[in-house]
Structures are given as C-alpha cells and as structure tokens.
C-alpha cells in the first residue's frame, strides 16, 4: 500500500482483495509505480493492459443511488499495513480470475 501514500491525488479505491486506480483521476505522474512491491501498477498506455483498464475504471467510478450518489469501492488515501496474505500473491499468474467485487473498507 505504499503507492496509496505518494500520490498526489489520491485517485486509488479499495475492494476487498484489490486496489484499483480511477482512470480519470489519475494524472499520470508515475509516482506510485516503482512503490509497488509486486509490479502491479503499468502505465495505461502498455499493450495488453485493457481488461484491466476497464475494471479500474469500473469499480472507481461513482454511480447513481436512488438517494445519493456512492463509489462502488471507497477512496482510500492513507496506507494500511498489506494483506496477511499479500506475499502469497506475488507473481501468481491469472490473478483476475480471483477477483472480487465487495468493496474494501476503506
């Protein structure tokens, strides 16, 4: 969760096994990718990368409530200590099949 700490605004959202970044929040800036320990931020532009695109755009977007308008994962904008499981993840392939949609605390 260090990437979550330097960026400057604050464009990441928590799911429960997940981080994603909103596509039009993010300025671009590259600050937060070489604080990945797992390689797992690329820039937008690298082929390849458009299922994962559109599910960052997705679960970061905000959509209508009958009453309000709510994220489907909430901002988070201060690091949390990693997942227990976190060191398990590292290099496993075909990780989207493992993809959840609940929403992170936050």
Not at 24 to 38: A, K, L, N, T
Not at 47 to 73: D, M, Q, T
Request: with cysteine; charged share 25%.
């Amino acid at each position: 969760m260090d990437c979550v700490e330097v960026c400057p605004v604050d464009c990441f959202y928590e799911g429960e096994n997940m981080l994603v970044i909103h596509p039009d929040e993010c300025i671009d800036c590259g600050v937060c990718e070489p604080e990945c320990p797992v390689d797992a931020i690329k820039a937008d532009s690298e082929p390849g990368l458009e299922k994962w695109l559109s599910l960052n755009a997705e679960y970061a977007r905000i959509w209508p409530n009958i009453a309000e308008y709510a994220r489907i994962w909430p901002n988070i904008t201060v690091k949390k200590a990693p997942p227990p499981d976190s060191k398990e993840w590292e290099g496993k392939p075909d990780k989207l099949q493992y993809f959840s949609p609940n929403p992170g605390a936050g």
